[in-house]
């Protein structure tokens, strides 16, 4: 008993000393954290609407409480099957094709020796991600339009309607748009990680007779793989989350079939319907199979390679 209290005792002194110090840096943490207890912490408490015939005139403490209702009606919608599909489709679509670009972006720069072609090819690459969703997704719509410039040159001249229209092209356009607009700017934190590589390394490669390729095969992607084995945790945290956003922007009576997903979803449910708990229910179903991916890529990470986030 004596020496846990002595424990403790120590422990707040340490706590103590080291708020002392570092007061400056506590007071610059301090916005961030009211950020995150405000927008993210304190709408969990909305969680309920989950579990409720949520009416907006008696608000979360006065409506009804139905249970799993709720979830069942989720469940249950005939268009529950075709969004999960189409989320998955997208966000594997985007793992597969889009994970890699940045990587594959800062390895090509890393190798370019001309600081000036460099900086000109960064600018270039970083542009996309500054434009407006909804200017992105304008010019998408235009280059597919049948005289657009994309359409007409694949078809040569001779389309007759928007690529878009076409619902097994709708993945492909979204993957390559999305690229288009994020590679660039995902490259960074690649090109960060490029710098802080040990020259020495690669020196005794070159006495050693290893050429550029199996360089960047023996010491760039070992020891970027820390970095990459983060990034792809957080991104399967995202699995099943598909903006709502481009998806709304993008899709049309053709190509619902594949376009609509999840997010979609409780974007119509939630606010073109105000089936509040529906939406809440779908959303919080969402953000469970969400953790259950982060929690299940760490562990396997962990366990196949040592490295993980926790």
Known sequence: MITQQNTRLRYKERVRKDFQKNFSLYLLMLPVILFYLYFHYKPMYGLIMAFQNYNVRTGILGSQLVGLKNFVRFFADPY?????????????????????????????????????????????????????????????????????????????????????????????????????????????????????????????????????????????????????????????????????????????PFNAETSEVLSYYIYQKGILSADYGLATAAGLFNSFINCFFVIAANKISRGVSGLSLW
């Open 80 to 252: 529950f099957k075709r969004n999960i599909v189409n989320t998955i489709n997208i966000s594997l679509a985007n793992i597969v094709f889009g994970f890699p670009a940045p990587l594959i972006l800062a390895l090509l720069i890393n190798e370019l020796q001309k600081k000036w072609f460099v900086k000109t090819v960064q600018t270039i690459s970083y542009m996309p991600h500054f434009i407006s969703l909804v200017v992105i997704c304008s010019m998408v719509r235009n280059f597919l339009q049948p005289d657009g410039l994309i359409n007409a040159f694949l078809s040569g001249g001779k389309a007759t309607e928007s690529m878009l229209n076409n619902a097994g092209l709708f993945v492909p356009i979204y993957v390559l748009s999305d690229i288009w607009q994020e590679v660039g700017f995902g490259s960074i934190i690649y090109i960060a990680a490029l710098s802080g590589i040990d020259v020495e390394l690669y020196e005794a490669a070159k006495i050693d007779g290893a050429g550029r390729i199996r360089q960047t095969w023996n010491i760039t992607l070992p020891c970027l793989m820390p970095t990459v084995i983060v990034l792809l945790i957080l991104r399967l945290g995202n699995v099943l989350t598909v903006g709502y956003e481009k998806i709304i922007l993008l899709t049309n």
